[in-house]
């Protein structure tokens, strides 16, 4: 095997790895979503998942609800709050029609 066939390889091996590691860190994943629980805090979630990566939000009459996503990849993670708590989640995998 030539020195730059070998060295060419060598950068494929590498690119995977950093790419697979890269994959391996989202936060956004089924083990996470599955940490997530009813009455937890907003702040407690975002402990679990990270930064959402859209928010939108209502008050009235002295409640306080809000959907945050998140969202990498095919995965869509989506979390209901009210008033601060989380009282539902729903998470889907494979891209949006």
């Known amino acids: 095997m030539s020195k730059n066939m070998l060295r060419s390889l060598c950068c494929v091996i590498i ?3 950093i790419f697979t590691s890269l994959a391996a860190c989202s936060k956004v994943n089924q083990a996470n979503f599955d940490k997530v629980q009813t009455d937890m805090s ?4 975002t402990k679990i ?4 990566t859209e ?3 209502v008050n009235i009459a002295g409640f306080s609800g809000n959907t945050s996503v ?3 990849g095919d995965i869509t993670i989506s979390i209901q709050f ?3 708590k989380v009282v539902a989640k729903t998470m889907t995998k494979g891209k949006p029609a």
């Open 55 to 57: 928010s939108s939000g």
């Open 82 to 84: 009210l008033n601060g």
């Open 42 to 45: 907003e702040d407690e979630v």
């Open 70 to 72: 998140w969202q990498k």
């Open 15 to 17: 690119a995977g790895l």
């Open 49 to 52: 998942l990270g930064s959402p």
